[in-house]
């Protein structure tokens, strides 16, 4: 089983509508979250991090986390074509290092 | 703002030859990684260092090796290139100071080996 399992994509969403990606990890010891948008030919940026059950909230973004089923995912609001990239999910683990799943590329369509 | 530098934003090299990719961080982080990239496997840690003259395998170190002599410089050495060590070369820091922290990321390294 793979640390961090991502769904590869392309997920495809209209302009407008909510872009849901989710990411599924295995160590129960990770406390934080991140996630980091890709553009093709770029370095990851980050978007936001998690560390408590629940929802965070960062403009039209919102990262739910849920440890009790080692889920965590990234809601993308009124979706646009700019934010067509892969999502890197990535819990943290020892060292500060990050474990970086495989991303799910979201294709945004007028 | 925190910067990441890498020596070379495009490279190609001959097999066997001996490839340096060097990366400068300006933040005074302990820890630095190199990954390197691939379509479809998405970032694979090659090695880490989390001190001076510290380093970690990662999951893929088999023709690699690294060196930090010092805190903001952390190079990725390919002691004889082969053309599947053809990838985009990430390096990233990061402190151990203050978690939840967040690795920042150079522009990458497109390496090619003929």
């Known amino acids: 089983q793979k640390e961090v399992e991502q769904n590869s994509g392309p997920l495809s969403v209209p302009e407008g509508a909510i872009a849901s990606l989710n990411c599924t990890y295995s160590d129960r010891g990770s406390q934080s979250f991140f996630w980091y948008r890709q553009y093709s030919g770029k370095s990851p940026e980050l978007i936001m991090f998690?560390?408590?059950?629940g929802d965070k909230e960062d403009g039209r973004f919102t990262a739910q986390l849920n440890k009790a089923s080692q889920y965590v995912s990234l809601l993308i609001r009124d979706s646009q074509p700019s934010d067509s990239a892969t999502y890197l999910c990535?819990?943290?683990?020892?060292?500060?290092?990050?474990?970086f799943g495989a991303g799910t590329r979201l294709a945004v369509h007028p | 703002d925190v910067k990441v530098t890498q020596s070379s934003r495009y490279l190609v090299k001959r097999t066997g030859e001996k490839v340096f990719l060097e990366c400068v961080q300006d933040?005074?982080?302990?820890?630095m990684f190199w990954y390197r990239q691939d379509p479809g496997l998405g970032l694979r840690l090659i090695y880490f260092s989390y001190d001076v003259k510290m380093k970690e395998k990662g999951d893929i170190p088999e023709g690699y090796s690294v060196s930090r002599e010092k805190k903001e410089r952390f190079s990725l050495i390919l002691e004889s290139a082969s053309t599947n060590q053809t990838s985009m070369y990430l390096c990233a820091s990061n402190t151990r100071q203050v978690p939840p922290d967040t690795q920042y990321f150079g522009p990458g390294t497109r390496l090619t080996v003929l």
């Open positions: 933040m005074d982080h302990e820890n």
């Open positions: 990535a819990p943290r683990g020892g060292y500060n290092k990050l474990i």
């Open positions: 998690i560390y408590s059950n």
